[in-house]
């Protein structure tokens, strides 16, 4: 139906403030997105929720909201335009759930506004690629929910880049993820890759996108079970029928919100930047491995501007094996075609004439040069990790009179030294065998996810023994002041758990986020017996809020 007027749809969704659902609090600072498997960008901090009210009026998709407009001839200057041109989905504005959501996006055009521009650079490809697939336009918004449309968002849950993808989902729609390159925050790769994964749950869920959106945040296997409890026949069950994760119940209303907000901008006084409805970027191809800071030069930009494009490189220089191109703004791709096919192959990157010395390792000599094992082997076409005292290796090296401050150490190096100037005292903690998140964040009365974001991981990244960590600490006494996330004694559970066919104490230690050690302190027979065997009983004691596996 029509757009409500401004001023009536305020009052309107003003009205409803008052109404929260079972565990959900009144709040309209910025929305939070993420239940697992995908999780929302710390980097961008927003609220739990919004309020949650009864749903009024009818149950389904045809209730109310914005429609697609009709088809025009001519393609429309202004890529928001391009987007309202597309929309599919009914926005279900006369349901309590969505007006809260647009309550806060109308009460923060500042926000909607900022994430507008920052996703300028890659709206146009993904606008395309959701055009060609003939999908709902509303899902070139998703990413706004998903990461403000961060390239370099990342959660306490190991999600990363716009589309929020887990490791274990990326690998499963192919996007390579190692120590040169992650595929999530590659635009191109991810974008194509949620989008096969939003098709298919699409599928999945009988062509329906609100559960295909609910089962994208919450799982499908969750869905799958949200449907089986409600007892709803299949036929008749919708996304507002079911019970499901508080954080589901937000996210699907939130995408319905935005992409109502964002058809009716100027009722909402909502000021979107004018962005041409015309490529940003061109794919140049760079034929071999480049050093990142001397492309930057050669395309006529900063380091930073380059790495906002190509989000996907970890390191200094794009990957040994490729992809071998870069993504180079429209006006300077040309200039800088011919500056790559001018360079010899020695000027691409710098180069090390190392002496291995004794007692070296690859992975000692790696560590010191910024680059990885399999770099080294490849480039002096080593098989298996033999060194010889004395023998020499050439190694492609940053340039030490560069700083890449981009690159994934660097970026950590920078938000590090924010994170010294506001605690007190860092500790610098070397990880022991059987240590977990859990058991070195409560040893030092830390927030386990604090821990994790101080070091540049999520929660579930494994550990390992003689890797060092960070500890920020306030006050005289050294210690935080406790935080939501610091386990809590009422939050300890004994668990009697069966050993399943496969797993170690490691795997079982990570999977509840303790140690190996506190597992055999628990478990006295383990004293005397080596292996663990499927069917044994395990008494465990775990923080029942902190599982996320």
């Not at 202004?78 to 041109?85: F, K, M, S």
């Not at 939003?198 to 969750?222: E, K, P, R, S, V």
Request: proline content about 5%; glycine content about 6%; aromatic content about 8%.
């Amino acid at each position: 139906m029509p757009a409500l007027p401004f001023i009536f749809l305020l009052a309107l969704i003003s009205g409803c403030s008052n109404f929260t659902t079972k565990n959900q609090t009144t709040d309209f600072s910025e929305p939070s997105v993420r239940a697992q498997p995908i999780a929302v960008a710390e980097s961008e901090p927003l609220a739990e929720t919004g309020p949650n009210g009864n749903d009024s009026g009818q149950n389904g998709l045809n209730s109310g909201g914005s429609q697609a407009t009709s088809p025009i001839d001519k393609a429309p200057a202004d890529v928001w335009e391009r987007i309202r041109d597309g929309f599919k989905l009914s926005h279900e504005v006369d349901r309590k759930r969505v007006l809260s959501e647009m309550k806060w996006f109308v009460n923060h055009p500042e926000y909607v506004e900022r994430v507008a521009r920052r996703a300028e650079p890659h709206l146009h490809y993904i606008v395309e690629q959701i055009e060609k697939r003939g999908l709902p336009m509303e899902l070139a918004l998703l990413p706004i929910v998903e990461s403000a449309y961060d390239s370099f968002a990342y959660s306490h849950g190991r999600a990363s880049g716009l589309w929020q993808f887990i490791p274990p989902t990326a690998r499963v729609y192919g996007l390579r993820i190692d120590w040169w390159y992650d595929g999530r925050r590659d635009v191109r790769a991810s974008t194509n890759a949620a989008l096969d994964y939003l098709t298919h749950l699409h599928g999945l869920f009988d062509d329906d996108w609100l559960l295909a959106l609910a089962a994208y945040n919450a799982g499908q296997g969750n869905v799958r079970s949200f449907i089986r409890a409600s007892k709803i026949p299949r036929d008749e069950v919708d996304f507002w029928s079911l019970t499901v994760l508080k954080e589901t119940a937000a996210y699907v209303p939130r995408l319905l919100a935005i992409s109502e907000v964002i058809a009716n901008s100027d009722h909402y006084h909502i000021d979107l930047p004018a962005t041409e409805n015309t490529p940003h970027w061109e794919v140049v191809e760079l034929g071999s491995q480049l050093d990142l800071h001397k492309a930057a030069t050669l395309a006529g930009l900063t380091a930073n501007e380059l790495y906002n494009l190509n989000a996907g490189f970890n390191q200094w220089a794009t990957h040994p094996d490729g992809p071998h191109e870069l993504l180079i703004p429209v006006e300077k791709a040309n200039a800088f075609r011919t500056a790559i096919g001018a360079l010899t192959p020695e000027e691409r990157l710098s180069w090390e004439r190392h002496q291995v010395a004794s007692g070296e390792t690859l992975g000692s000599i790696a560590q010191k040069y910024k680059t990885s094992i399999n770099t080294i082997q490849s480039v002096n076409e080593i098989k298996g990790n033999l060194i010889i005292a004395g023998d020499h290796l050439m190694i492609p090296t940053p340039n030490a009179l560069v700083s890449y401050e981009m690159t994934e150490r660097d970026r950590l190096d920078q938000k590090q030294a924010g994170y010294s100037k506001k605690y007190q005292s860092k500790v610098n903690y070397t990880v022991q065998p059987g240590d977990s998140f859990w058991e070195i964040a409560r040893s030092h009365k830390v927030g386990m996810r604090e821990l994790a974001k101080w070091n540049g991981m999520g929660t579930t990244t494994t550990l390992r023994p003689g890797q060092q960590l960070v500890i920020y600490k306030n006050g005289q006494s050294g210690v935080i002041q406790p935080v939501a996330l610091y386990a809590k004694p009422d939050k300890i559970r004994k668990l009697n758990y069966r050993v399943r066919q496969g797993e170690s104490l490691a795997l079982i230690a990570s999977k509840f986020n303790v140690s190996i050690k506190k597992i055999k302190s628990w478990n006295r027979a383990l004293a005397s017996n080596k292996y663990i065997h499927p069917g044994d009983r395990l008494t465990l004691y775990v923080d029942v809020t902190r599982l996320i596996n």
